[in-house]
């Protein structure tokens, strides 16, 4: 009876803890609606695409190229900024997330001083050091936004706006009649499915290596000011301030009377203070051999316009160079 006791009130905690996210997402939703200086923002990135799309049963078990669409969700007008990639020109790792974050926020109006996002808590994609790096520098780099909070909903409590978006968007594929043979064609269908998503195709030098600038410019560390253990898997708010470069504030809750703990990234030496973002990729990323192949049958359903760009496709042992670090992350801070 004691053991059932405490089952049932550590499901009623976990049930308490993500109505309170929610209810703190929607105060702040609101907050954005109200104040042109603060904007609210969720994201996250929907099931992969499959290109072409083809409905013939008899190509239902081939390898498509894989396009992924990360959607940032704003919050005081309900409009979608959806980034659109494919497998040969980027990955889906916390480089390839954050190169797109940082595009958003670089993008933001001077009116702008304090931005809030919400996520679910994937540590490969969302929670770990190469996202933190992105977020310093877009402190660093835009010339009026003074904190940025990210915030994590409970884990099985992560209903975000762009689940809403996501799930048009699987709608419009599966009753589409439009041909859908390119990554281009999934910008179209996605911009078609509502006027307030907006699309954007992410070029590859558009892609930065985070990881890269936390060992160039900062220094990452297990422990707090304190000397307590940093733990990721506990971690619900982060926080970051301009005029403190080089420190986080973190929260295992997202309790406003909590106090934040503080965890100092910057590096012992003296390092380049203006250091540039490196590219992530110098090239093609190359597809596996099944793959291409498979590609390959499918061309008699496709555009022969289009058929140079799937043979162009790189194919694994061919000569590419690229630069792949967005796996490490879980090794190191989990």
């Not at 996250?44 to 083809?54: E, G, I, S, W």
């Not at 992410?202 to 410019?217: I, R, S």
């Not at 971690?235 to 005029?243: D, Q, T």
Request: aromatic fraction near 12%; charge should be positive; charged fraction near 30%.
């Amino acid at each position: 009876m004691v053991e059932k006791a405490e089952i049932t009130l550590q499901l009623k905690n976990h049930h308490d803890a993500a109505d309170f996210a929610y209810d703190c997402k929607k105060r702040e939703k609101e907050l954005s609606r109200q104040d042109k200086s603060v904007k609210m923002f969720s994201f996250d990135l929907q099931q992969c695409l499959p290109t072409p799309y083809l409905k013939a049963s008899m190509f239902f078990y081939k390898r498509p190229l894989w396009t992924f669409n990360l959607t940032i969700h704003d919050g005081a007008t309900n409009k979608a900024n959806c980034y659109i990639w494919h497998e040969a020109i980027a990955k889906r790792g916390a480089n390839d997330i954050g190169s797109c974050i940082y595009k958003c926020l670089a993008s933001l109006s001077n009116d702008v001083k304090h931005v809030i996002l919400y996520s679910d808590s994937c540590t490969g994609r969302n929670r770990n050091s190469y996202i933190c790096a992105m977020f310093a520098k877009v402190l660093e780099d835009h010339p009026t936004i003074e904190t940025i909070d990210h915030k994590f909903l409970v884990v099985g409590h992560t209903h975000l706006e762009c689940d809403t978006v996501h799930a048009q968007i699987e709608k419009k594929k599966k009753y589409t009649s439009v041909s859908i043979q390119h990554p281009h064609d999934w910008s179209n269908l996605i911009a078609a499915t509502n006027k307030k998503y907006i699309t954007q195709e992410m070029k590859q030098e558009e892609f930065y290596n985070f990881n890269a600038l936390m060992k160039g410019k900062y220094t990452w560390r297990n422990n707090n000011t304190e000397g307590e253990k940093f733990e990721w898997k506990f971690v619900r708010w982060l926080r970051y301030v301009k005029k403190e470069p080089g420190l986080i504030r973190y929260k295992y809750s997202l309790g406003l009377g909590d106090p934040f703990k503080e965890l100092n990234i910057k590096a012992r030496r003296k390092r380049d203070q203006n250091y540039e973002l490196a590219k992530s990729y110098t090239g093609p990323l190359p597809i596996s051999a099944n793959k291409k192949r498979d590609l390959l049958d499918m061309l008699p359903l496709v555009n022969p316009e289009l058929h140079s760009f799937y043979r162009n496709l790189k194919v694994e042992g061919e000569s590419v160079v690229e630069i792949d670090t967005d796996l490490d992350e879980i090794e190191v801070n989990l």
